[in-house]
Structure formats: C-alpha cells, structure tokens
C-alpha cells in the first residue's frame, strides 16, 4: 500500500483532468465543495453525500473530564460535535468489494 | 443538506457554470477521495478535516438476532476527523477544549 497524503491541489488536478475547466476554476469549485458543506454544518444541518457518507452534527450535554496530566476534575461544556457515516458504497470500496 | 442540493448550490454561485459540470466536479471530488481511501492514503483538507483509513482487527462477532458467535474478518473503517476551523465554526468560534490538531 502507498501511503500518500492527498490535499486540495491533487482533488484540483483531478477536477480540472476529469471535468476540463481551467486550474484557477477547479481550485475554487474544490474549495466551495468544501465551503457549503462546512456552512451547512456550522448550521447545524447534516449533510448526505450519497454513494459517499453522511456528515451529522451531534450536540454533546456537559460531562465530567479530568486533566490526565494532573488528574484535576474539569467540565467539559456542552458542544457540537461532528461525525461522519460512511456510506456502504465507501466500506465496500475501502474494503475491495465491488459494489 | 444532499448531494443535489450541493450541486445546485455550486451552480447558483457560478452562473457560467453548466449543471453537468457541477455534477461532476462533486462526484470527482469525493469519487478521488474515495480512491485515494481505497489506496489505502489519506486525504487532508485543512481547516475542514482528515479522512483516513483505520485497521480493524479480527473479532468474535454474534448475530443479534440468534445469538450465535460469529467470525469476522479484518477489515478497513473510513475515518474522518474534523478539522480544528471547522470544529470552531461549530462551536461559534470557541471550543471547549484545546487540545492538538493536525488539520
């Protein structure tokens, strides 16, 4: 197995390979993917990529922590957390079924 | 929010735009995330997060509805991580903790 980091510019060059639109394009349509959906989230809402996963906003009550440095007890405020599901498509992929 | 309402959104804010495009560019970028997973790489978008592949080892399973114990194999879990803008932005610019982050 490789083990390669993807980042923006590779998602970049595989819009702008796939779909023939400029570099300059490519780049900002990866980078408002990203945005809506980071938008919709701040939002609150979930979001459903089908054949991908889906992205849920989960809110988390107040809990008791401890700081495992100095065993202190500290509360964790509520907050938001996210979490992603994977769609079956992606496990069976990941996993090298076909689907 | 769906996929469709993505790319809806995509071609409202890109008036030049053809819906075919649109429709494309998303299922490139999760159709290579998704590749890049199933290469076994990870894919790190800053400021939104990281998914990555985790190794989930052989165990004893049950069937819920017998009861009956049953081998599952190895296998590979996609995992995303979120990234620590993103975390903030859900917590209107203030987290509760502060610990480290990656992306």
Do not use: W
Not at chain 1, 63 to 68: F, I, Q, V
Not at chain 2, 20 to 28: G, Y
Not at chain 2, 90 to 99: A, M, V, Y
């Amino acid at each position: 197995m490789s083990r390669r980091t993807i980042t923006r510019a590779d998602l970049t060059e595989a819009v702008y390979q796939e779909v023939g639109l400029s570099r300059n394009e490519s780049a900002d349509l990866v980078e408002m993917v990203l945005e809506e959906i980071a938008d919709a989230l701040a939002a609150g809402d979930s979001v459903k990529i089908a054949s991908f996963g889906t992205f849920i906003v989960r809110q988390k009550g107040l809990r008791r922590g401890r700081n495992p440095k100095t065993g202190e007890e500290v509360p964790i405020l509520p907050r938001r957390v996210l979490s992603f599901r994977a769609s079956h498509i992606l496990k069976a992929h990941i996993n090298g079924e076909n689907s | 929010m769906t996929r469709s309402q993505l790319i809806a959104q995509l071609v409202h804010r890109n008036p030049h735009l053809l819906a075919r495009d649109a429709e494309r560019v998303v299922a490139t970028v999760f159709g290579s995330i998704s590749d890049a997973l199933a290469d076994g790489d990870r894919v790190e978008l800053r400021g939104f997060g990281a998914f990555s592949v985790k190794r989930r080892d052989a165990r004893q399973g049950r069937n819920p509805r017998t009861g009956e114990t049953v081998p599952v194999g190895v296998k590979n879990a996609p995992y995303f991580k979120t990234g620590k803008e993103l975390r903030d932005r859900l917590n209107d610019g203030h987290d509760g903790d502060d610990d480290d982050d990656d992306c």
